[in-house]
Every structure is written in structure tokens, then in C-alpha cells.
């Protein structure tokens, strides 16, 4: 990859991750994936090789356990390897009431989206700050706007995302290091279930976004080098609304949410 620059994406096989993986490689970038699914991430390298022509290289690591940050960063040195964005957005949605949890889900969402990617923003930042470069997308959510039942470890880790993100950015920003906070509504991918009615009346009505849409807005304020992106209007109406909801209308969710129990069964 002698010559261009590269970008390390997690979660780059499918969704958000592959959107974004395509939209830096149409503008020349080459490419380092990360998932834990070997044969769906050869598969996007393939054809991101074949539509774009630029050089893919993949680590199939499984994000979610601990070690995995540097795991990442040894495979990246190992072949000589400078990265110049680093895209953080692996990562699961988790329903449930938070001590429903089984233990080893609850270990696996906070090392994916608070652990890992935190390691990751050191080690390739160091380098960053070294070379007074480099960029940092960090793929947060609206649910960082506001504590909703039902979604305690998802939402809680995104909203460590969206404040690391703030302050990383701060930190940074004087060795000429931008760091970008994604924070999507809902999007129609693998995490919801793309094939479900109500996903599609949720396209249909404008509430779940195109991965697609979603990743080009984000590398464009990546590479503008903004705070921060919610992608479209109906996201950022609901990130408005979610952040002025009062605590009274959170607890009757959590009173009526069929997805949660209720009167202690």
C-alpha cells in the first residue's frame, strides 16, 4: 500500500462498516478490515478489491475479547503498515433488562464498544500524534442522547463512545489529529434484522437510514474533519427529542415496554 493512504475499519464486512470500508476505498484509500467472521469478511475484500482496485488487507480477530486491541495492532505493524484513518464501529445491539444479562454478553458488548476501541484509538493515535496526522472515526448512536429501559449496556456504551470521542478529539486536535463521533438513528442492517416488516415500514417511513447513506455522510465529516454526524433529519429529531424526553415518560416505557417485564414476572 506503498504511496496511499489506509484505513482500519472494524466491523468492515457488513453494514455501516462495509458502507464506510467502500466509500474510503472510492476515494482511494486502501484498506485494513477487521471482523471476526472469516468467510464474509474475504468475501467484502474481494469485492471491494474488484470494484475499487485498491489493496485489502484482513484480520479476522474477535473484537469482543481482551487482548484483541493489540492483537490488531501487531497484525498492522507486522506488514509495515501506516494507518491513517482508523474507523471504529463494531459492535451488537443487546435487548433486555441489564441483570437479565448473561455474564459472558455483558463482558462481550462493553470489550467491543468500550474496551477494544478505547485501545485502539491509543495505539494508532500515538502513531497519529507522532506523525501529526491521521483521522478518527468513532461510530457512536442517538441512543447516547438519553438513558432509555431495555438498552442499558447498548446505550450506556455508546454514550462512553460519544464522550471519549469529545475528549480524544480535545486531546488531539493540537498534533493535527481529528477525531469524528458517527452517531446514526436507526439503520437497516444485520443488528435490527433487514428483512423484518418492521424494517421495512421503517425505511418506508424514513426512520431506518440506508448503511449507505449513513457511511457517506460520515466520511464526509471524516474527512471535513467535524465533531461530530448524525445522519439524516429523522435521527437527528429523534437524538432532540430523546435528550428533552422527561424522566416521567422513561419510566412509563419501562412500565409498558412489552419487551421487558413487568409487575415482577
Same mark, same amino acid.
Not at 493512504?5 to 453494514?15: H, I, Q, R
Not at 460520515?218 to 429523522?234: K, M, Q, T, W, Y
Given at each position: &500500500?506503498?504511496?496511499?493512504?489506509?484505513?482500519?475499519?472494524?466491523?468492515?464486512?457488513?453494514?455501516?462498516?462495509?458502507?464506510?470500508?467502500?466509500?474510503?476505498?472510492?476515494?482511494?484509500?486502501? #484498506?485494513?478490515?477487521?471482523?471476526?467472521?472469516?468467510?464474509?469478511?474475504?468475501?467484502?475484500?474481494?469485492?471491494?478489491?474488484?470494484?475499487?482496485?485498491?489493496?485489502?488487507?484482513?484480520?479476522? =480477530?474477535?473484537?469482543?475479547?481482551?487482548?484483541?486491541?493489540?492483537?490488531?495492532?501487531?497484525?498492522?505493524?507486522? *506488514?509495515? *503498515?501506516?494507518?491513517?484513518?482508523?474507523?471504529?464501529?463494531?459492535?451488537?445491539? *443487546?435487548?433486555?433488562?441489564?441483570?437479565?444479562?448473561?455474564?459472558?454478553?455483558?463482558?462481550?458488548?462493553?470489550?467491543?464498544?468500550?474496551?477494544?476501541?478505547?485501545?485502539?484509538?491509543?495505539?494508532?493515535?500515538?502513531? &497519529?500524534?507522532?506523525?501529526?496526522?491521521?483521522?478518527?472515526?468513532?461510530?457512536?448512536? @442517538?441512543?447516547?442522547?438519553?438513558?432509555?429501559?431495555?438498552?442499558? /449496556?447498548?446505550?450506556?456504551?455508546?454514550?462512553?463512545?460519544?464522550?471519549?470521542?469529545?475528549?480524544?478529539?480535545?486531546?488531539?486536535?493540537? /498534533?493535527?489529529?481529528?477525531?469524528?463521533?458517527?452517531?446514526?438513528?436507526?439503520? $437497516?442492517?444485520?443488528? /435490527?434484522?433487514?428483512?423484518?416488516?418492521?424494517?421495512?415500514?421503517?425505511?418506508?417511513?424514513?426512520?431506518? #437510514?440506508?448503511?449507505?447513506? =449513513?457511511?457517506? $455522510?460520515?466520511?464526509?465529516?471524516? #474527512?471535513?474533519?467535524?465533531?461530530?454526524?448524525?445522519?439524516?433529519?429523522?435521527?437527528?429529531?429523534?437524538?432532540? $427529542?430523546?435528550?428533552?424526553?422527561?424522566?416521567?415518560?422513561?419510566?412509563? @416505557?419501562?412500565?409498558?415496554?412489552?419487551?421487558?417485564?413487568?409487575?415482577?414476572?
Amino acid at each position: &500500500m506503498t504511496g496511499q493512504p489506509v484505513a482500519l475499519v472494524t466491523g468492515g464486512c457488513s453494514g455501516i462498516g462495509y458502507a464506510i470500508a467502500r466509500q474510503l476505498a472510492a476515494r482511494g484509500h486502501g #484498506l485494513f478490515l477487521v471482523s471476526e467472521r472469516t468467510g464474509p469478511l474475504d468475501d467484502a475484500a474481494a469485492r471491494i478489491r474488484g470494484e475499487h482496485g485498491v489493496p485489502v488487507e484482513v484480520a479476522c =480477530v474477535d473484537l469482543s475479547r481482551p487482548g484483541a486491541a493489540e492483537e490488531v495492532h501487531r497484525r498492522v505493524r507486522s *506488514l509495515g *503498515l501506516e494507518i491513517d484513518v482508523l474507523v471504529n464501529n463494531a459492535g451488537f445491539l *443487546l435487548f433486555g433488562e441489564a441483570v437479565d444479562v448473561p455474564i459472558e454478553r455483558a463482558n462481550a458488548i462493553l470489550q467491543l464498544h468500550v474496551v477494544t476501541p478505547s485501545l485502539l484509538c491509543t495505539l494508532f493515535g500515538q502513531e &497519529m500524534r507522532e506523525r501529526r496526522r491521521g483521522r478518527i472515526l468513532i461510530v457512536s448512536s @442517538i441512543s447516547a442522547w438519553r438513558d432509555f429501559p431495555g438498552i442499558a /449496556y447498548y446505550g450506556s456504551s455508546k454514550k462512553y463512545l460519544r464522550g471519549f470521542a469529545r475528549a480524544l478529539r480535545s486531546e488531539l486536535g493540537v /498534533y493535527g489529529v481529528t477525531v469524528t463521533c458517527l452517531a446514526p438513528g436507526p439503520v $437497516a442492517t444485520g443488528l /435490527y434484522g433487514v428483512d423484518s416488516p418492521a424494517i421495512r415500514r421503517g425505511k418506508r417511513l424514513g426512520l431506518f #437510514l440506508d448503511p449507505d447513506r =449513513v457511511a457517506e $455522510a460520515g466520511v464526509r465529516a471524516l #474527512l471535513r474533519g467535524d465533531a461530530e454526524c448524525i445522519p439524516g433529519i429523522s435521527s437527528r429529531l429523534m437524538a432532540l $427529542a430523546s435528550a428533552a424526553t422527561p424522566q416521567w415518560v422513561v419510566d412509563l @416505557i419501562r412500565r409498558r415496554a412489552p419487551w421487558l417485564r413487568r409487575d415482577g414476572r
